[in-house]
């Protein structure tokens, strides 16, 4: 180990920057993160000092450095271009046993400054002891979506309760005890921003340890369109946690390949005609599932609570008295726009989107056509496909022009994507023609013009083929 990790309080601690170009106001951005009173020493300062000496956050000495500068600090940095001055001010800090850093020369430096992740008060660390600090943000990039942002608050939230657990409980049982919060639903409630309750909770799971054990609890996860770089990180990571995973047709392969490996996988179906467990069922299963003190992924495609019925199966949830959380995710109306080209609001075409289920029920489709034929607006079927003539004729019939463009999209966002463009008079046709299948979106409106410009956003351009 070349170096020893160390996270240093310099909280009211006088330090000093040596430099005034960019890189030296980004460490003097992270000093004052961390509580410091930050001296930079320049002749000259960019431009992204001057919030910093306008609100009187720095001190700024114009002059350049010399060996005595180093003297009164706690820590010292040195951030010019100017290979002299580095050694100068490495070599004064050292004799003074002074702290000292010099950007990007860790020949030189006492002590290194890390990539991090901030959940304060959780810090994360990462270095490469100075070998590749590209390499150190990498990995830091990926922490990030493993370590949520509750994080932080879940840290204080714990911190808070510190003192009360370390009287009530004798050493192997704190550990035992915190290992249980810390994964358990309290954990939960603080990721969700739901402080209080989870206060309460750890409170009341110190008067009563017994409430620590594992309870079940239900995710509600929108799985996205299909494409699965779309997720949410919240999504991903209780995706990685849950015992048990109920899933619907329109989760995509790519994406159920992220759940938990060991998670036993329950298919609901919900195919058009065909469901593998009827709606009611559903509602039962999640709580059968939960009283059994599973962590269970109820995984949508799309977004839970667009057309996804995420309502009705929470309204289940809380008359039988289950945790639950809601997890959105991007819904097939805008991924599958976005990775067609195909912008759902433009100024020049449409100033209102509408998102309409196109599900046929007794053969008839009831919609408020009058409303839905409005100029200047966007309208996006979902499960459109079987009623596509009932749609267009009656679109037509209530004002819109026959040659208004409309959009299929066929598995978007994913590399299957198929993408077929005519009006609403040739959409029946095209969808009978090219055997079009669901899932597929359809997207009625004078945005539509705007794919041929805009086509580059399909999933082969980008990369995903």
């Known amino acids: 180990m070349d170096f020893l990790p160390v996270f240093l309080d310099i909280r009211a601690q006088p330090c000093l920057v040596i430099g005034g170009g960019d890189v030296a106001a980004r460490k003097t951005a ?3 993160r961390a509580g410091a009173q930050v001296t930079v020493l320049s002749p000259l300062l960019v431009p992204a000092f001057d919030e910093y000496l ?3 956050k720095v001190a700024h000495r114009a002059a350049r450095f010399r060996a005595e500068d180093v003297t009164r600090y706690a820590v010292v940095i040195a951030a010019t271009d100017d290979e002299t001055v580095n050694r100068e001010v490495a070599a004064a800090a050292k004799a003074l046993r002074i702290p000292v850093n010099v950007v990007d020369q860790p020949a030189l430096c006492s002590f290194i400054l890390p990539s991090i992740i901030d959940r304060s008060p959780l810090i994360v660390a990462v270095s490469s002891g100075g070998a590749s600090p590209v390499l150190a943000r990498l990995l830091r990039a990926r922490l990030e979506t493993l370590i949520p942002a509750g994080y932080g608050g879940l840290a204080a939230l714990v911190g808070s309760f510190r003192d009360q657990v370390k009287a009530r409980f ?11 919060v810390l994964q358990g639903p309290i954990a939960e409630l603080s990721f969700s921003g739901r402080d209080q309750d989870a206060r309460k909770a ?22 996205g369109p299909g494409d699965p770089d779309l997720l949410t990180f919240r999504a991903l990571r209780l995706m990685q946690q849950a015992d048990v995973v109920v899933y619907d047709r329109l989760v995509s392969s790519s994406v159920l390949d992220l759940v938990r490996r060991d998670a036993e996988r329950i298919y609901a179906g919900k195919e058009r005609a065909s469901h593998a467990l009827p709606q009611e069922d559903i509602n039962h299963l999640l709580v059968r599932l939960a009283k059994e003190g599973k962590r269970v992924l109820r995984l949508k495609g799309g977004d839970p609570f667009i057309f996804g019925r995420g309502g009705e199966e929470i309204e289940t949830l809380m008359d039988e008295g289950i945790p639950f959380q809601v997890v959105p995710g991007i819904t097939a109306a805008s991924g599958c726009a976005s990775y067609a080209g195909i912008p759902l609001t433009h100024r020049d075409y449409s100033q209102s989107v509408v ?14 056509w009058p409303a839905l034929a409005q100029p200047r607006q966007t309208i996006v079927f979902y499960m459109g496909l079987v009623g596509i003539d009932i749609l267009c004729r009656e679109l037509v019939a209530h004002g819109l022009p026959a040659k208004m463009p409309a959009a299929l999209i066929q598995q978007g966002t994913t590399p299957q994507q198929r993408v077929l463009t005519g009006d609403l008079a040739t959409l029946p046709q095209i ?17 539509v013009r705007l794919r041929e410009q805009l086509k580059w956003f399909e999933p082969a351009s980008l990369g995903v083929l």
């Open 30 to 32: 992270l000093l004052l």
């Open 54 to 56: 306008a609100n009187g």
């Open 170 to 180: 004798k050493p192997a049982e704190r550990r035992r005890f915190w290992e249980r």
């Open 202 to 223: 750890l409170q009341q799971a110190i008067d009563d340890p017994r409430l620590t054990v594992h309870g079940g609890e239900v995710y509600l996860v929108g799985g």
């Open 355 to 368: 998102f309409v289920t196109g599900h046929l029920k007794d053969g008839s489709m009831n919609l408020n």
């Open 431 to 447: 969808v009978h023609q090219a055997k079009v299948k669901a899932p597929t979106l359809i997207i009625v409106g004078e945005v």
